[in-house]
């Protein structure tokens, strides 16, 4: 166990550099001038942009430029925005609210879609199916964008129950509504694929045995058959949490949350390659231990897996 | 299964707190219209955007920055909100005889936020300062008329104090010019002209972080991307004084949001309306009285680029501009948002004459003859950013042109503001092109020479007439303000003849207030004018 958590540790490495390398290319190679629009409808002096230029190394080549960054990043400096920013206080001043968004959009999904997605398939067909696998369609079918923009028009605006925007503080409480509609389509996803898997597993020779050991139904469905059949559905909530790290673009735009999400969104607006590059090595690393965590749960569930 | 059953009960409880939470700070915001009485204390909320450039005045030229820095400082000259007309706000006198030498006395008694006394020496240090090639100031060529700005501004200045500014004492300086300018003493109201206190050239980063400024508000607490916190400063002398206490600037990053805010009453000001509520004239319903318009100094045109082929031709020009059916698009496609154009200065600007452009109305059978005239083949296109609602109105410019003359016309989009402006710059059109022009400052001047004058900055069609140009030098070189106006308008007569650039139309200007606010008004550069602010008293 220890060795392949290493392992899966020195793995990091290379997609770290890999990532960046990427990312940072990608957003400054893009063809145009950075400038070009930064002093309205007058070109810049030319003052202005030779300044910014060495500032930002753009007259070296994009490897120099990336090893300038990645020397800049080791000694904690993470870089400046355009407008004198650091971008570690950026990125410390948006972290800590859209961690609170993802958490609060992973339970409100596995709460709700997990306790759906049990009733159901316990159950099979009937009234309570039918309504699950409708709604479950529905909120599929429709994007993201439409679900926070109708709760927030609807809920806000219209019945006034809520904020239209999320405050300063972005308290948990005002989070709640962003987070079902940052979480909504997970939620349908996680209903889905745990009714299935209940509905499955249900039939088993193991739930037969320990019917017929007469258990109790609680232990029964608690124990053996939920156990075995939310491994699936965690992989799913492991990656979607780092889905709704990054995902949150949209959620954060719409009730103007100043998040991860909203931060990417301005980086790639104003081609600010240490925002983007700085945002997304944070979210590669979230999203690897993320997965590496849902590995090593896989063998609190499943005694059978083993790692080496 | 006892341990599951904690957890669903303690998930229960914890979701019906938080829902109360949520509905609890839903509740706040009343319909208060209060007896006619003016909350002193208050605090008022306007929508902003992220500054794109660092907080000091001379590297700040678009709204997002403006809007926290403008009333954290106040410049020699201020402009009236109703009629953009410039008063002495920190300058006890501005006088000149040959409009070359401007001699500047300041009021005595003023302070910056810090405490320390505004000097004259404030004015000429950051003068300097943002001359100085070596800072990059953004607003750099602001200072380009005076005495010594080729040498400060190059990229390794060999000095360090342009040789046109000089103190003479505590409360006076003298600016020399290269040439006589007589539009300089309404100019100096920029905010690039604002006065800097000694902690600014001790450490530029850091004021950057925390400005200390000497207007009607002082610099608070700034969260990126989130707010900047504004208060009143009270030993404020001058006579834009506001009348709330606190001013939070709040970003936002969809203006959708925004406005949903502002009809709850969350949000006590917007100076724009997302598309969304002008769509159909929402706007006038979803708001009311609440509605806020102002008269912004800024035109758009269509620039018709000397060096693209076959545009070089005045009847093409003559005809295009007539088969725009400025009218009908304002109305329908604008929501009344827009007001149509009719010449090359805006509306509320002093010198304005109606009907410069004799062929800005719409006149589809003058417009074929004109066409025919032209001899060009083709097809047409307009290019532009297409974001920002800048799409929709050049597209019907276009279905207008395509119907009158029966040529093909297209829009051609460009990604955002920034690849747009590359290209205008570095003469890539290939067709005709959007031109907007926003005032810095209230005067014809600067309508006409940035413009049209052959070596202009923002010159899009690359126009080049000698007797404009000569018509302009000659109005910058007149002291007597009225026959100055009369050169410009001159020049302008002649440009309206050689149509390098049709004009189209003029923003309005349509924002939103709060059940709050008794007051608000919207000045010609798109801001709350912060010192018209009233919150009703509760």
Not at chain 1, 288 to 304: E, G, K
Request: with cysteine; charged share 20%.
């Amino acid at each position: 166990m220890p060795q392949y958590i290493l392992r899966r540790l020195l793995q990091l490495i290379p997609v770290f550099f890999g990532t960046t390398f990427l990312i940072y290319a990608l957003v400054w190679a893009v063809p145009g001038d950075p400038f070009a629009g930064k002093c309205g409808q007058v070109a810049c002096p030319p003052a202005y942009i030779e300044m910014m230029t060495a500032k930002f190394n753009l007259d070296d080549s994009i490897f120099v430029q990336y090893f300038k960054y990645l020397g800049n990043l080791f000694t904690g400096d993470w870089g400046e925005t355009f407008n004198g920013v650091s971008v570690g206080e950026l990125i410390g001043n948006a972290y800590p609210v859209t961690v609170r968004l993802a958490l609060i959009a992973v339970a409100i999904e596995a709460i709700i879609g997990l306790s759906a997605g049990i009733l159901t398939g316990l159950r099979g067909k009937g009234f309570l199916d039918n309504l699950v696998l409708m709604s479950t369609t529905f909120l599929i079918s429709i994007p993201v964008f439409v679900t926070a923009i109708v709760l927030q028009i609807v809920l806000g605006s219209e019945l006034g129950i809520i904020d239209a925007s999320v405050s300063e503080d972005a308290t948990i409480g005002e989070l709640i509504v962003p987070g079902i509609a940052l979480g909504s389509l997970s939620m349908a996803y996680i209903a889905r694929l745990t009714r299935t898997s209940i509905a499955e597993n249900r039939h088993a020779d193991y739930v037969r045995t320990a019917v017929a050991k007469g258990q109790p139904r609680s232990r029964v469905v608690g124990v053996h058959l939920l156990r075995n059949s939310v491994i699936p559905v965690l992989t799913f909530i492991g990656t979607d949490i780092g889905a709704l790290m990054g995902g949150a673009i949209v959620t954060e735009g719409v009730f103007n949350i100043n998040g991860i999400g909203g931060l990417i969104f301005r980086g790639i607006q104003n081609r600010e390659g240490a925002t983007v590059t700085g945002v997304v090595v944070l979210l590669v690393m979230v999203y690897l231990l993320v997965s590496l965590i849902v590995d090593l749960l896989y063998a609190v569930l499943d005694p059978r897996i083993r790692y080496d | 299964m006892r341990a599951s059953r904690g957890f669903w009960g303690a998930t229960a409880v914890v979701a019906t707190a938080a829902l109360l939470l949520t509905a609890c700070g839903g509740g706040g915001s009343g319909d208060d219209k209060g007896s006619g009485a003016v909350d002193a204390n208050a605090s008022v909320s306007v929508y902003g955007t992220e500054p794109e450039n660092s907080l000091i005045p001379a590297n700040t030229n678009e709204l997002g920055g403006s809007k926290a820095l403008k009333p954290v400082f106040s410049a020699l000259v201020g402009y009236k909100s109703d009629t953009a007309e410039p008063y002495n706000l920190m300058a006890e006198s501005i006088t000149t005889t040959d409009s070359k030498v401007f001699d500047i006395k300041i009021k005595k008694g003023w302070k910056f936020h810090d405490g320390t006394e505004v000097k004259a020496k404030n004015f000429v240090d950051a003068w300097n300062y943002s001359a100085n090639g070596k800072n990059g100031m953004q607003n750099a060529s602001f200072f380009e008329q005076i005495q010594g700005y080729d040498e400060i501004s190059a990229k390794e200045p060999a000095v360090k104090e342009m040789s046109g500014l000089k103190v003479v004492n505590d409360y006076e300086f003298q600016a020399t010019l290269k040439g006589p300018f007589s539009v300089f003493a309404t100019k100096i109201g920029y905010l690039a002209f604002a006065p800097l206190p000694d902690k600014f050239f001790a450490d530029p980063e850091a004021f950057a972080k925390a400005p200390i400024g000497n207007g009607p508000l002082k610099f608070v607490s700034r969260t990126p991307n989130q707010n900047m916190k504004l208060t009143r400063f009270d030993e404020y002398q001058g006579e834009d004084k506001v009348k709330f206490k606190d001013l939070e600037v709040r970003i936002y990053t969809s203006q959708e949001t925004a406005y949903q805010d502002l009809l709850s009453n969350r949000l006590d000001f917007m100076e724009a309306l997302p598309p969304a509520a002008k769509a159909g004239g929402k706007y006038k319903t979803d708001l009311g009285e609440r509605l806020v318009e102002g008269k912004l100094l800024g035109i758009s045109a269509l620039a018709l680029p000397y060096y693209v082929p076959g545009y070089n031709n005045l009847d093409l020009r003559k005809a295009i501009s007539l088969a725009i059916d400025r009218e009908q698009i304002v109305k329908t496609v604008m929501n009344d948002t827009y007001a149509p154009a009719d010449g090359y200065v805006s509306r509320g600007i002093e010198g304005y004459r109606p009907g410069v452009c004799e062929f800005c109305k719409f006149d589809p059978v003058k417009a074929k003859e004109f066409f025919a005239k032209s001899g060009y083949t083709g097809k047409l296109t307009i290019a532009s950013n297409a974001d920002g609602g800048r799409k929709e109105p050049l597209v019907a410019a276009c279905n207008s042109i395509k119907n009158a003359l029966g040529v093909e016309c297209d829009f051609v989009p460009a990604t955002d503001f920034g690849q747009w402006r590359s290209i205008v710059n570095n003469r890539q059109l290939t067709g005709m092109g959007r031109s907007d022009w926003s005032a810095d400052y209230p005067s014809i001047e600067n309508y006409l020479n940035p413009r049209y004058k052959s070596t202009g900055s923002s010159n899009d069609s690359t126009y080049n007439n000698p007797a404009v140009d000569a018509l302009l030098t000659q109005a910058d070189q007149t002291a007597d303000k009225a026959a100055a106006i009369k050169l410009y308008q001159q020049a302008e007569d002649l440009i309206a003849k050689d149509l390098p650039q049709i004009p189209v139309w003029e923003e309005k200007g349509v924002g939103g207030k709060s059940n709050r606010l008794k007051t608000v008004k919207l000045d010609f550069g798109r801001l709350a004018d912060y010192s018209s602010i009233e919150v009703a008293a509760k």
